[in-house]
Nanobody
Framework: QVQVVESGGGLVQAGGSLRLSCAAS????????MGWYRQAPGKQREFVAV???????NYSDSVKGRFTISRDNAKSTAYLQMNSLKPEDTAVYYC???????WGQGTQVTVSS
Protein backbone atom coordinates (compact mmCIF):
# COMPACT_ATOMS: atom_id res chain seq x y z
CA GLN A 1 0.00 0.00 0.00
CA VAL A 2 1.39 3.36 -1.04
CA GLN A 3 1.43 6.21 1.45
CA VAL A 4 2.33 9.79 0.62
CA VAL A 5 2.88 12.12 3.57
CA GLU A 6 3.60 15.85 3.35
CA SER A 7 5.20 17.95 6.06
CA GLY A 8 6.83 21.33 6.54
CA GLY A 9 3.90 23.69 6.17
CA GLY A 10 3.30 26.60 8.50
CA LEU A 11 2.83 30.33 8.89
CA VAL A 12 5.40 32.66 7.36
CA GLN A 13 5.60 36.35 6.54
CA ALA A 14 5.62 37.58 2.97
CA GLY A 15 9.12 37.33 1.54
CA GLY A 16 9.98 34.38 3.72
CA SER A 17 10.77 30.77 2.89
CA LEU A 18 9.51 27.29 3.67
CA ARG A 19 10.58 23.82 2.60
CA LEU A 20 7.96 21.15 2.18
CA SER A 21 8.78 17.46 2.26
CA CYS A 22 6.90 14.54 0.72
CA ALA A 23 7.75 11.05 1.91
CA ALA A 24 6.45 8.17 -0.18
CA SER A 25 6.40 4.61 1.11
CA UNK A 26 5.33 1.44 -0.64
CA UNK A 27 5.92 2.85 -4.10
CA UNK A 28 8.69 2.47 -6.63
CA UNK A 29 9.75 6.00 -5.85
CA UNK A 30 12.83 6.04 -8.06
CA UNK A 31 10.82 5.59 -11.27
CA UNK A 32 7.85 7.73 -10.33
CA UNK A 33 7.42 11.37 -11.18
CA MET A 34 6.43 13.38 -8.11
CA GLY A 35 4.23 16.44 -8.25
CA TRP A 36 3.18 19.29 -6.00
CA TYR A 37 -0.25 20.87 -6.22
CA ARG A 38 -2.06 23.44 -4.11
CA GLN A 39 -5.60 24.44 -3.33
CA ALA A 40 -6.55 27.83 -1.96
CA PRO A 41 -9.91 28.41 -0.22
CA GLY A 42 -12.72 28.55 -2.75
CA LYS A 43 -10.45 27.64 -5.65
CA GLN A 44 -9.69 24.52 -7.61
CA ARG A 45 -6.58 22.49 -6.98
CA GLU A 46 -3.80 23.68 -9.26
CA PHE A 47 -0.48 22.35 -10.46
CA VAL A 48 2.65 23.80 -8.87
CA ALA A 49 5.63 21.69 -9.93
CA VAL A 50 6.71 18.23 -11.02
CA UNK A 51 9.99 16.34 -11.04
CA UNK A 52 10.42 13.30 -13.23
CA UNK A 53 12.53 10.26 -12.44
CA UNK A 54 15.16 11.72 -14.76
CA UNK A 55 15.30 14.86 -12.66
CA UNK A 56 13.65 17.04 -15.28
CA UNK A 57 11.41 19.65 -13.67
CA ASN A 58 8.47 21.82 -14.69
CA TYR A 59 6.82 24.68 -12.84
CA SER A 60 3.69 26.73 -13.09
CA ASP A 61 4.29 30.27 -14.24
CA SER A 62 3.11 31.61 -10.89
CA VAL A 63 5.98 29.97 -8.97
CA LYS A 64 8.73 29.80 -11.57
CA GLY A 65 11.91 31.39 -10.26
CA ARG A 66 10.73 31.27 -6.63
CA PHE A 67 10.07 27.58 -5.97
CA THR A 68 12.42 24.65 -6.51
CA ILE A 69 11.38 21.00 -6.60
CA SER A 70 13.91 18.28 -5.87
CA ARG A 71 14.05 14.63 -4.88
CA ASP A 72 16.20 12.22 -2.90
CA ASN A 73 15.61 8.71 -4.20
CA ALA A 74 17.60 7.16 -1.35
CA LYS A 75 15.10 8.64 1.10
CA SER A 76 12.04 8.24 -1.17
CA THR A 77 11.35 11.91 -0.51
CA ALA A 78 10.53 14.88 -2.68
CA TYR A 79 10.93 18.49 -1.61
CA LEU A 80 9.53 21.87 -2.51
CA GLN A 81 11.71 24.80 -1.53
CA MET A 82 9.57 27.93 -1.55
CA ASN A 83 11.28 31.32 -1.47
CA SER A 84 9.98 34.88 -1.77
CA LEU A 85 6.59 33.73 -0.59
CA LYS A 86 3.55 35.89 -1.29
CA PRO A 87 0.15 36.01 0.40
CA GLU A 88 -1.34 34.50 -2.76
CA ASP A 89 0.75 31.37 -2.15
CA THR A 90 -1.47 30.62 0.83
CA ALA A 91 -3.05 27.20 0.24
CA VAL A 92 -3.05 23.57 1.23
CA TYR A 93 -0.16 21.94 -0.60
CA TYR A 94 -0.51 18.38 -1.79
CA CYS A 95 2.07 15.91 -3.01
CA UNK A 96 1.23 13.33 -5.65
CA UNK A 97 2.91 10.11 -6.74
CA UNK A 98 2.26 10.57 -10.44
CA UNK A 99 2.91 6.95 -11.41
CA UNK A 100 0.28 5.46 -9.16
CA UNK A 101 -1.93 8.56 -8.80
CA UNK A 102 -1.55 8.62 -5.00
CA TRP A 103 -2.18 11.82 -3.05
CA GLY A 104 -1.03 12.92 0.36
CA GLN A 105 -3.29 14.52 2.94
CA GLY A 106 -1.89 18.00 2.38
CA THR A 107 -0.02 20.53 4.47
CA GLN A 108 -1.19 24.09 5.13
CA VAL A 109 0.96 27.02 4.05
CA THR A 110 -0.12 30.46 5.19
CA VAL A 111 1.70 33.61 4.10
CA SER A 112 0.88 36.77 5.99
CA SER A 113 1.25 40.23 4.47
Amino acid sequence: QVQVVESGGGLVQAGGSLRLSCAASGSIFSISAMGWYRQAPGKQREFVAVIRSSGITNYSDSVKGRFTISRDNAKSTAYLQMNSLKPEDTAVYYCKDMLGDYWGQGTQVTVSS
